[in-house]
């Protein structure tokens, strides 16, 4: 008997402890969000205040391979080179909420930009609707002259496994990563950059339409939170039960 209610106790010391420990990882949880919401407003700060920058020289290409590009995402930058605009791909897209007159389906019109310093960066030079897009790709003409253009600095967009393969022979894209980007241009382009840059808004209802950069971060933190700390007081509120339960049927 003895031996029974000390294996009894035992159990309900390690239910009690699991339950406790599972509260305090919980509540830690919800601490973590709530200083990764701080984090994320912080940034949101950052940028707003970003935009309003004077633009800086766009990295050269001896610094590619070392750019922190969450620092200098969303960040005004000026280029001098030359279009390429034979060696246009479009990314498809579905434009809400424009700024401009045209929205829907349609899509971005990226052009490998030489800048005059060596290296290629490709420009979203903005959206068209769907209608324009063999248009886009098929009407351009080789372009040598030299000019300085200002826009905003974009790290790559990162496909999933969902992501469709490129359609080469329309010149569509899916995303805009550089990387899948340079497989649809001259290879003698090359070095590519790994970022992007979209053109600021033109002259209204000009096409492509400019001006669209979604300045948008996901931020969840606050929910996420909330969810932690309800998973601790769930866990608390729980095991308290259990014990009330524990504690009648011992006296019965």
Known sequence: MSQGRALGRMMTGTFVVLML???????WLGVWQLHRLAEKEALIAAVAERLHDAPIPVPAVEQWSSLDLTDLNFRPVSLTGAFRYNQTVTVFTSLSNANGAASGPGYWVVTPFVLADGGTVFVNR????????????????????????TGLLRPAEKGGFMTPAADTSNR??????????????DPSLAPFAPFYVDLPAGAPGELPQGG???????????GYAYTWFGFAIVAIVMLGYWLIRQRATSKS
């Open 21 to 27: 420990a599972l509260a305090v990882v919980c509540a």
């Open 126 to 149: 903005g959206f068209i609707p769907e209608a324009m897009q063999e248009a886009a790709v098929t009407d351009a003409e080789s372009d040598t002259v030299q000019v300085t253009i």
């Open 172 to 185: 569509v894209e899916w995303v805009r990563d550089p990387v899948r980007l340079a497989e649809m241009v």
């Open 212 to 222: 669209e950069t979604a300045i948008t971060f996901p931020n969840n933190h606050l």
